[in-house]
Antibody, heavy 121, light 110 residues
Framework: EVQLLESGGGLVQPGGSLRLSCAASGFSFTGYAMSWVRQAPGKGLEWVSAISGSGGTTYYADSVKGRFTISRDYSKNTLYLQMNSLRAGDTAVYFC??????????????WGQGTLVTVSS | QSALTQPASVSGSPGQSITISCTGTSSDVGGYNYVSWYQRHPGKAPKLMIYDVSYRPSGVSSRFSASKSGNTASLTISGLQAEDEADYYCSSHTSTTTVVFGGGTKLTVL
C-alpha cells in the first residue's frame, strides 16, 4: 500500500525558513517523480515543485523559484521541500504527491494528508 | 503561468449528468495530452480521477469520463450520486515543464 506522510509544518515568521519532509513507502521510490502541491485557505490547489524519479531534474512554480528547493533522499525514501524567505502568501496546507511517471507530467496518483504551514508574525 | 479556467460551481440532481470545463492555452491543455482531473472532499486528500486526458485509474467509477478539444478539457460525471459532491480540479503539463491547476469547481448534488 502506497503511503505518503508529510511532516515539518508549523508557524514561522515572515522571512523565516522551514523544511517539509514526506516519508514514502509502498512503491519503488526511484521510479517516480514526486511533487509538492499547496492549498492556501479558501483557495484552490497550486502546484509548487516537482523532482524527477532520478532526482536529476527539478521543477518550480514561478511563485517559489529561487526561494524553495526540492530534494529527495533515496536511502530514507523521503522527499523534502526547503522553504526560505517565507511570505504570508506561502501560508497553506502543503501536500506531497507521487507522480504516475518518472518525470513530471502532473498525473499525481497518490497524495499525503498534508501539513499546514503558517507564515505570520 | 496562469491558472486554467474552470467554472466556480456546477450543480445537478441525482441521476443526471454534468460536465465541468477546463480552459487553458496551446502552451498547456492544447499542447499536451497530459490533462488530469482530481476530486477533493473537504478535509481529505485530492484523488486522481482522470489522467492523460481520458484515462481512469483503477478503482475509479466508469461514471467519470473526460475528453479534450483544442484548449479545453472536459470532465463528465454521469448518473450523479450524493457522494460525488466535492471540489474538482483539472491540471495540465505546460510548455515550461511545470504543472498548472485550474481554479477548482464546486459540484453540488441537489
Amino acid at each position: 500500500e502506497v503511503q505518503l506522510l508529510e511532516s515539518g509544518g508549523g508557524l514561522v515568521q515572515p522571512g523565516g525558513s522551514l523544511r517539509l519532509s514526506c516519508a514514502a513507502s509502498g512503491f519503488s521510490f526511484t521510479g517516480y517523480a514526486m511533487s509538492w502541491v499547496r492549498q492556501a485557505p479558501g483557495k484552490g490547489l497550486e502546484w509548487v515543485s516537482a523532482i524527477s524519479g532520478s532526482g536529476g531534474t527539478t521543477y518550480y512554480a514561478d511563485s517559489v523559484k529561487g526561494r524553495f528547493t526540492i530534494s529527495r533522499d533515496y536511502s530514507k525514501n523521503t522527499l523534502y521541500l526547503q522553504m526560505n524567505s517565507l511570505r504570508a502568501g506561502d501560508t497553506a496546507v502543503y501536500f506531497c504527491a507521487k507522480d504516475r511517471r518518472e518525470w513530471n507530467d502532473g498525473g499525481l496518483d497518490y497524495w499525503g494528508q498534508g501539513t499546514l504551514v503558517t507564515v505570520s508574525s | 503561468q496562469s491558472a486554467l479556467t474552470q467554472p466556480a460551481s456546477v450543480s445537478g440532481s441525482p441521476g443526471q449528468s454534468i460536465t465541468i470545463s477546463c480552459t487553458g492555452t496551446s502552451s498547456d491543455v492544447g499542447g499536451y495530452n497530459y490533462v488530469s482531473w482530481y476530486q477533493r472532499h473537504p478535509g481529505k486528500a485530492p484523488k486522481l480521477m482522470i489522467y492523460d486526458v481520458s484515462y481512469r485509474p483503477s478503482g475509479v467509477s466508469s461514471r467519470f469520463s473526460a475528453s479534450k478539444s483544442g484548449n479545453t478539457a472536459s470532465l463528465t460525471i454521469s448518473g450523479l450520486q450524493a457522494e460525488d459532491e466535492a471540489d474538482y480540479y483539472c491540471s495540465s503539463h505546460t510548455s515550461t515543464t511545470t504543472v498548472v491547476f485550474g481554479g477548482g469547481t464546486k459540484l453540488t448534488v441537489l
